[in-house]
Structure formats: structure tokens, C-alpha cells
């Protein structure tokens, strides 16, 4: 064996002594990883990578500081080297002595943790000082380490996140419950209303009172959207009430300034202000009042043209006192006013120009002798097909106030009851009452179908929305001309039609045969919750030739 | 709704009279396990003056069929009024009874 030859030897010999300590740290790395798969809670997790660290590294003791603090291993060793220690920018080797003042060997290593840097101190008692090849292995394990942690912070603040969006969402709900789910009911008037937020909720509103044989409303909109808006719509919504069930006002424009007056302060502060047309309509008259602050669009549709109502009052929040002017209207029978917000109009298409109010007044022109509700979604539908796939601006109100044609009178009832078995029979004389004194045959199948399907949804009502636990059940009914409109509202459980195996026609099956039995009666049915209530709408259109 | 039960005849009667819906359940089937415990293997059911069904007192009516058809028997519907057949068709379950249209009496 000459010289010449152990070079290469020597050389190989490192080689393979480099290639064990890789594959060894390699092998750590993964019995440290291995133990964290046994383990769900983070504490137990690191303590343990700590305990493992101490055996694959052959420590005495093992201290993991920064975003909290962790140790393993013989502790007075510990006291011993802990504290005053600058984190190193590389893993580093130092010797220190222990509390018997015999030397004890520490070998140091950065933890990437997020911005910060934490540090995992291994210490060794006596003179066994760590090698090149330990740090390397140690560095390994500091790696692990700082992955572990980094992991659980993203998840603690994933579920920070879960937990914000949830009650953003909470939040918006209520938000929306603000506005009115029962529409109200006034002689020689048809009454529409629907608000469409373009998030869960939203800063247009609209909201009613009767008072003294007069209807009350308004609709407004609050700049901005989302849950900031929907927070003032509440506090707007709740102050045009209070402003409706407490004050006497000689005309709307009076109303108008004590709710701008209620609202002024709240919105100085908060830097917004409030569109909102707000008015009055007498029961049994065609006239109507109304005091325009600043919103849009506002029509007045008649047979032969359409008027726009302009604003004859700043938006609220801009003045402290507001002074501004009713207008009087006087609607034929037929005639209509439309309260909507600039969702409507300034919805762009996926080509850029709006909706508009052309195409706004357009909708409504024909409108004179379809059934209100059918009229109103109409708009809404028309807006949401204009949109195709362009986003949803902004939230979409809109009120109808239609004045009850003469020919075609128009009866309206309501009633309340119970939620319990024997109480759904009162709804057979209440129906009678609606339906009117005709005998005809037609009228006689027109009875049969509607308190079937009104007796099949309310027996729903009260055993599965109430769960046979009581509660109440409000109808609210419109005979048209052209058809019968029955709301039921109850504050039970919400329905769930995932929850009803549908039948198939023709199978005996125990139970489920309700709703299927209902939409083969009606010509529609409709359900919403809205807010904790449960609106049920179920349509019969007729045909008199 | 009133129920009455006859039991003179080869099987057993119930004339059902009036609303026949969620409310009175509970009393037609004390009335129908009656009868059953008492080994009638057939019943027969008159709904011929019933003004009102809805779809819960179908599902007994089905449940019955059934516990019945387990037993051996039969459940046999006289003279189904209106209303009742109405739901019938609504839910095209009248070929799943087994339905007689008699006139005058019984023998």
C-alpha cells in the first residue's frame, strides 16, 4: 500500500461518514415528525420533540424559549445556562458551568418562527462537547421545531378567522331582521315590498306603521354596504319607527326632520348620510304624501305617463334641521308609486352602461292590471338578467303602492291563531270570509284547494316549525281579481326540504305526502326565513273569463 | 269527527263522519287497534260521510293498510266522499286500497 493511495481512501471514508450523519439526521427528523403524528395537542407536541431531541442528540437537558417556554431533561442543568443568551444568527457551541461549578457543554440553534426567532438550547453535563456533526443534527431538529409552531399559529389564527367571519354572518342577519317580513295590510291599497342585499346585508331599508287609518313608510339607504351600512340602517330603521309610533307630525315632512333630527348626531360622527323618502297614505283615498330627502328613484306611475318624485329635502345627515317639502299626490285607481333604491338603476351590465331609469319606469309602465307581488319581481328579475354576469353593485329595494282598482275590488284579511291541531280548523271559516259570499262552483274549488293546501302547510307548522310546542300562526290573505294570495307566518324552527323525503307519486310511504300534496293544489308555493320567522306564500291564479 | 264502530256484520264497520284529519289521529287508531287486537283479520272503513282528509290521516290510513295486510287482512274503504278522493288522486295512491263503491246498506 503505497501513500499515494489513502488519499482517495480517506477521501471516500468522509464521503461515506458524511452520508451516515445525513441519513442519521434524515432518520431523526423523522422519528421526530413521527411522534407529532401521535400527538393532537401543541404543548404535548413540542414537549415531546424536546424528550426525543434529548435522546437522538445524547443531552442531559433541553430548553426551547421564545413564543413560550419548554424544557426537558435534567432542569438544574438548565438553570444553569438559561437566560442572558443572545440569540445566534447560526447554531453555535459554548461552554458554560453548571451550578456544582463543573463545565457543561451547550450547544445553541436558532428557531425561524414567523418574525421572531426563538432559541433551542441543548446542554450536556461534563466535558462531552457537541461536534460539528451534532449541530447539524441539532439544526435539523430546530427546524422541525419552528415548522411546528409556525403550523399552529396558522391555525389558531385560521380559526380566529372561522370565528370572526361567523359572527360577521350573526351579525348580518340580525341586521336584515330589522326590516318588516309581514307586508301591511290598508283599505283601498296593494302593498309591495322586498329588499335584496347585495352581501348577507346590507344599507337599504324600508319599513312601515299604521297609525290613526293612515299607512306610515319609508325607504331609504344608507351610503355604503355590508355590515358597516347595515349597523346605521338598524339604528335609521329603529329611528324612523320611533319617530312613527311616537310622534303626532301634521305631514311627512315633519315626520322626515324628527328622524333626521334623532339620526343627525349619530351620522355627523360617523361621517354618512341617509337617502330616504318617507310618507303617508290615507286608507279608503287616493292620496298620497310624501317628502323626498335626497332619494332615488321615486315614480309615480299613471295610465298615460310616469313622473319622477324629486327630492324636495336634503339627505339626512347634513343638516341639523331639516326643512323640507311634502308633496301631495293624487292617485287614480291603478295608479302606482314606486319607492326603489339606486341598486336598481345603477346595476351596470356585464357591457358597462346601468340598468337605468328608462328601463326602470319601463317595467312598471305596464303593470296597471298584474297582480302587485308578480309586478315587483318582475323588476327584480328584469335587474338580475340585465346584470348577467357582471357583480352585484349594490343592495335592490324595492316598495310598490298601488291604489286599489274600483271595479275590481280587492278583499284582504288576516288572522292569527294557535299552533296546535284543533286551532288549523279555524282556518276553513276564515278562508270563507276571504273567498267572499260567491256560491259559484268555481269558487266552491277554489275553497277546497286553498284550505287543503293552507291546512297541510299549517299541521307542518305545528308539528315540525313548533314541534307541537305551541307558538302562533298568522295568515294573511288577498283576494285579487286575478288571483288568491295566502302568507302564512310563524316563528318556529326553519324549514328544511332536505329534511322531507319527497314521495313518489303512486308509492305508500307513512308521512311526507304533505308539501307534495300542497304544490299539486296551488300554483305556487314560496318559503323564506327571514330573520326567526318563516314565511310561507302560496298563490292560486284564476281565470274569469 | 265522529266514529262509529260496527261489529254485527261478517267484519268489522267503522263509519268515519265528518273532518278526518291531523286533529282526531289519535282517536281512530285507538278505535283500529281495537278491533285488530280483537283477531279481525278484515276491516272495513265507510268514509262516505267524511267532509275533510288531509295528508296525515292518509299516512294512518297507509299505516293501517299495512299493518293490516301484514296480518293476513285487508282494509277495505267504502264509498270514499269527495275530499277523499281527491287526496287520492292528488298523491295517486288510489290503487293502493282496496276501494268498494256499494250502494244502500250493508248485508
Known amino acids: 500500500m503505497t501513500e499515494g493511495d489513502d488519499g482517495p481512501r480517506e477521501e471516500a471514508e468522509e464521503l461515506l461518514d458524511a452520508l451516515v450523519a445525513a441519513q442519521d439526521r434524515l432518520l431523526a427528523v423523522y422519528q421526530v415528525t413521527r411522534a407529532l403524528a401521535r400527538i393532537r395537542d401543541h404543548e404535548e407536541a413540542v414537549g415531546e420533540i424536546l424528550t426525543e431531541t434529548l435522546r437522538l442528540t445524547g443531552s442531559d437537558g433541553a430548553l426551547f424559549q421564545g413564543a413560550g417556554c419548554w424544557s426537558a431533561g435534567d432542569a438544574a442543568l438548565l438553570t444553569a445556562v438559561e437566560g442572558g443568551v443572545d440569540v445566534p444568527p447560526r447554531h453555535a457551541v459554548a461552554e458554560s458551568r453548571g451550578a456544582n461549578g463543573l463545565p457543561v457543554a451547550v450547544a445553541l440553534a436558532p428557531v425561524p418562527v414567523g418574525e421572531d426567532t426563538c432559541l433551542l438550547t441543548l446542554a450536556r453535563s461534563g466535558r462531552r462537547a457537541y461536534q460539528t456533526s451534532d449541530l447539524k443534527l441539532v439544526e435539523s431538529i ?32 340580525l341586521a336584515q331582521a330589522a326590516l318588516h317580513t309581514r307586508l301591511p295590510t290598508i283599505e283601498g291599497w296593494q302593498v309591495y315590498a322586498r329588499c335584496d342585499p347585495a352581501n348577507l346585508s ?12 293612515d299607512l306610515w313608510f319609508a325607504v331609504g339607504d344608507v351610503a355604503g354596504k355590508g355590515l358597516p351600512a347595515a349597523t346605521v340602517m338598524t339604528r335609521a330603521v329603529a329611528a324612523t319607527r320611533g319617530a312613527f309610533a311616537l310622534g303626532s307630525f301634521p305631514d311627512a315632512a315633519a315626520a322626515l326632520a324628527a328622524v333626521n333630527a334623532e339620526l343627525f348626531d349619530f351620522l355627523a360622527n360617523a361621517g354618512l348620510f341617509i337617502t330616504m323618502v318617507l310618507g303617508r297614505v290615507g286608507a279608503g283615498t287616493g292620496t298620497l304624501e310624501v317628502c323626498n330627502a335626497g332619494h332615488s328613484p321615486v315614480l309615480l306611475s299613471g295610465r298615460d305617463q310616469a313622473l319622477a318624485v324629486a327630492p324636495s329635502a336634503p339627505p339626512l345627515g347634513i343638516v341639523e334641521e331639516l326643512r323640507g317639502k311634502t308633496m301631495v299626490l293624487e292617485l287614480e285607481p291603478g295608479d302606482l308609486l314606486a319607492l326603489g333604491s339606486d341598486g336598481m ?25 298584474r297582480d302587485l307581488t308578480e309586478l315587483g319581481d318582475r323588476v327584480f328579475e328584469e335587474v338580475t338578467r ?7 353593485t349594490d343592495d335592490r329595494t324595492l316598495v310598490l303602492l298601488r291604489r286599489g282598482s274600483v271595479e275590481g275590488a280587492m278583499r284582504e284579511s288576516s288572522m292569527e291563531f294557535s299552533a296546535d291541531l284543533a286551532s288549523v280548523r279555524g282556518i276553513g271559516p276564515w278562508l270563507a270570509d276571504l273567498l267572499g259570499e260567491s ?10 284547494r286553498l284550505e ?11 308539528e315540525h316549525a313548533y314541534q307541537g310546542s305551541g307558538g302562533a300562526i298568522t295568515l294573511s290573505g288577498v283576494m285579487a281579481p286575478s288571483s288568491v294570495t295566502i302568507q302564512i307566518v310563524d316563528s318556529g324552527q326553519p324549514f328544511d326540504e332536505e329534511a322531507v323525503a319527497t314521495p313518489v307519486p303512486g308509492v305508500p310511504q307513512v308521512g311526507g305526502y304533505g308539501l307534495m300534496i300542497v304544490r299539486k293544489l296551488v300554483d ?19 281565470n274569469k273569463s | 269527527m265522529r266514529i262509529q264502530v260496527d261489529v254485527h256484520g261478517t267484519t268489522p264497520l267503522m263509519i268515519l263522519e265528518g273532518r278526518f284529519d291531523a286533529h282526531v289521529i289519535a282517536d281512530f287508531r285507538v278505535n283500529a287497534e281495537e278491533l285488530i287486537s280483537a283477531n279481525h283479520r278484515t276491516i272495513e272503513v265507510d268514509l262516505s260521510q267524511v267532509v ?50 256499494t250502494t244502500g246498506n250493508r248485508s
Request: hydrophobic fraction near 40%; proline fraction near 3%.
Open chain 1, 439 to 448: 256560491v259559484s262552483d268555481e269558487t266552491a274549488a277554489l275553497f277546497e
Open chain 2, 52 to 101: 275533510f282528509m288531509d295528508s296525515s290521516a292518509l299516512a294512518e290510513i297507509l299505516r293501517l293498510t299495512r299493518t293490516i295486510r301484514d296480518g293476513g287482512g285487508d282494509l277495505v274503504l267504502r264509498n270514499p266522499s269527495h275530499p277523499v278522493r281527491v287526496i287520492f288522486e292528488l298523491t295517486a295512491l288510489d290503487t293502493a286500497f282496496t276501494i268498494v263503491y
Open chain 1, 202 to 213: 346590507g344599507g337599504d331599508f324600508y319599513t312601515f306603521a299604521g297609525r290613526e287609518g
Open chain 1, 345 to 369: 338603476t345603477d346595476q351596470e351590465s356585464p357591457d358597462g352602461p346601468m340598468f337605468g331609469h328608462d328601463r326602470f319606469r319601463a317595467e312598471l309602465a305596464g303593470g296597471r292590471d
Open chain 1, 386 to 392: 340585465y346584470a348577467g354576469s357582471a357583480p352585484v
Open chain 1, 524 to 542: 305556487e308555493v314560496r318559503y323564506a326565513r327571514v330573520g326567526q320567522e318563516n314565511t310561507w306564500t302560496i298563490q292560486i291564479k284564476c
Open chain 1, 142 to 173: 430546530a427546524a422541525v421545531l419552528g415548522g411546528l409552531i409556525n403550523l399552529t399559529q396558522l391555525h389558531r389564527a385560521g380559526v380566529e378567522r372561522a370565528r370572526i367571519g361567523r359572527e360577521h354572518e350573526l351579525a348580518s342577519t
Open chain 1, 452 to 462: 287543503l293546501a293552507l291546512h297541510e302547510l299549517c299541521v307542518n307548522i305545528v
